[in-house]
């Protein structure tokens, strides 16, 4: 995977939407390649980590799939805290689920990290025959919003490696001063961490 | 095969069909990963060391079975309903009761019988006294009353009953989604400030398993979140769940002072793994028999024993928590531990001989200490959240 030159970053990302959306079945087929018509309710959260290797980098992501019940909500900036990449998940055969990603867009947008990469994911892209949100008008919003835009299949597989590969890619590297909160961290012991304030030194 | 009847014995109906498993040594030293369903139906997946522990489990199942038959031939049919002490007894008989209080609460931290819970609990619960205040036809009424409503609830709780334990052999039938549905729907309606909340599909789920009857199981439900749990564990914000988790912080500080610190210089927040166990009361975590042992104290002590619970889980793995440099380890070592719980015995000596005395009292003090500082933050993020909207929308 990665040569010994190779930067290995680890990257938290959080995973954020309307309740069967498709966020779950997203990271199990990323993570383990699979697909369950139906797959457990989350509860809280759930944990899991995957690495990808891009151009110069070896990407750890640990990803936090959250549980999409309005409910929940109070609980979610624990999980986006500190992350460096989102992916905010809406069906694409329910147009009460963009609305709902819009909301997650502009909290992240004031609550979350200035620096983090956000992704929009039109989940449940084989079902064509049942489609209420157009492509163009995920697309457009994601534009103006600065979110890169992809539509996926978590039951096909389509565009989900990518989705992760695309945002492994946009990952700021190593460069402290414009990221000051440490949202991309260098793969050592946190006693270093505290004690290096500067990562460069 | 799992008709109306066969729910009554589920249990024991698991207990008889599955053989005991006798690994291969061939597989022992392999040491491969077999599949396996435990006494309740689940399938789970371990090693050959797992099935081994599940099987002496099986075994000290049957002798705890005999030590309660024992007494309930000593001390007569529903002796342990007889545990209160009051003040109109005679003192020789208030001296019996007080006995009995002591011997439950022991034989309560060994396990209940799963052939006896359903009885055990109903009584000691509270459940009981609940369902005798009402009339006998509340539950029926209830259920025909709102079976066409359509609400938010019962959408989601309808999207909820296939993700619901999935492939479980009575649970994932059209028998057991119909069954769930109605216990979750006519709670949804009892109490409207609740609603539904993801997460009580599972304690639903397993409540059905373990209870004789569909009824049962709602008033199981309903004397947990009425009387048993913290107020307000499920309502709008989880704001119960959240003086919890506080709750337990503290707790892990004072008990694992170490644990604590390392933990906070990794910003590991507790919460991150304690939401779930204490939303799904660890169904979705621990062996199906282990989560039944903690239910087992539950109902009889109350909501301190998930704490309890909690913070047993932390104090076994302890020293191998002390090495993680990340919060992915932390979570790994913690899931793999609370998977691999086979044996119930192991995590009560932890939870009640080694965690130390935790009086009701003190724990009851912290909540009271911890409710003004969540509402405060969950309302000071609401207004937030708000206004940010609005400058979005203008």
């Known amino acids: 995977m990665a040569s010994s030159g190779n930067k290995s970053i680890n990257a938290k990302l959080v995973l954020l939407g309307d309740v069967g959306a498709g966020k779950s079945s997203l990271v199990l087929r990323f993570v383990k390649g699979q697909f369950i018509e139906f797959q457990e309710s989350t509860i809280g959260a759930a944990f899991s980590s995957q690495t990808v290797a891009v151009d110069d980098a070896t990407v750890k992501f640990e990803i936090w799939d959250t549980a999409g019940q309005e409910r929940y909500h109070s609980l979610a900036p624990m999980y986006y805290r500190g992350a460096a990449a989102a992916i905010i998940v809406y069906d694409i055969t329910n147009q009460a689920s963009l609305e709902r990603a819009k909301k997650w867009v502009q909290e992240l947008q004031s609550q979350g990290n200035s620096n983090m990469v956000m992704a929009l994911a039109g989940n449940k892209a084989d079902l064509v025959d049942s489609r209420k949100v157009a492509t163009e008008e995920a697309q457009a919003y994601a534009q103006e919003n600065g979110l890169f835009f992809m539509e996926t299949s978590a039951k096909t597989a389509t565009n989900v490696n990518d989705i992760f590969y695309e945002i492994a890619k946009r990952l700021p590297r190593l460069q402290p001063a414009q990221n000051p909160s440490g949202m991309v961290l260098l793969n050592r012991p946190p006693a270093e961490k505290a004690a290096g304030a500067s990562c460069c030194s | ?394």
């Open chain 2, 1 to 394: 095969m799992y008709g109306t009847q066969s729910k009554r014995d589920l249990a024991f109906e698991y207990q008889a069909q599955v053989p005991i498993l006798r690994p291969s040594i061939h597989a022992r030293r392999a040491n491969i990963t077999v599949k396996f369903q435990d006494i309740y139906g689940f399938t789970v997946e371990g090693n050959v060391d797992d099935v081994n522990v599940l099987n002496e489990v099986r075994e000290k199942v049957r002798q705890q079975g005999r030590v309660w038959w024992a007494l309930e031939a000593s001390k007569g049919a529903n002796w342990y309903l007889e545990t209160h002490v009051s003040s109109t007894l005679k003192s020789s008989l208030k001296f019996t009761a007080l006995v009995n209080q002591i011997t439950l609460k022991r034989l309560i931290r060994k396990g209940i019988p799963p052939n006896l819970r359903p009885k055990v609990w109903f009584a000691m619960s509270g459940a009981a006294k609940k369902k005798s205040t009402v009339p006998d036809s509340y539950y029926n009424d209830l259920t025909s009353a709102v079976v066409d409503k359509v609400t938010p609830a019962t959408k989601q709780i309808d999207h909820d009953l296939p993700r619901t334990f999935p492939g479980h052999p009575w649970l994932d039938t059209p028998e057991g989604h119909a069954a769930l549905r109605r216990v979750l729907v006519g709670y949804s309606f009892r109490d409207s400030d609740v609603g539904y909340c993801q997460g009580l599909n599972y304690v639903a789920a397993l409540l059905l398993l373990v209870m004789k009857t569909e009824e049962d199981a709602f008033w199981m439900l309903a004397v947990l979140l009425e009387n048993v749990l913290v107020n307000d564990c499920y309502t709008t914000n989880l704001s119960g769940c959240h003086v919890e988790q506080r709750v337990f912080k503290d707790l892990l500080t004072k008990k694992c002072p170490r644990l604590a610190a390392h933990l906070e210089t990794l910003e590991f927040d507790v919460s991150l793994v304690c939401t779930e166990w204490f939303l799904c009361l660890f169904s979705k975590s621990l062996p199906s028999e282990t989560t039944m042992r903690v239910w087992d104290v539950l109902f009889y002590e109350g909501a301190k024993v998930l704490l309890h619970t909690a913070l047993a889980i932390f104090k076994m793995k302890e020293e191998e928590l002390l090495l993680t440099y990340h919060v992915g380890d932390v979570i790994n070592i913690i899931q793999k531990t609370t998977h691999h719980l086979f044996d119930p015995d192991e995590l009560m000596t932890v939870a009640f001989d080694k965690v130390g005395f935790m009086m009701t009292t003190n724990i009851s003090k912290q909540r009271k200490k911890q409710e003004p500082a969540v509402m405060a933050e969950l309302d000071q993020r609401f207004r937030r959240l708000n206004s940010t909207g609005e400058e979005n929308d203008k």
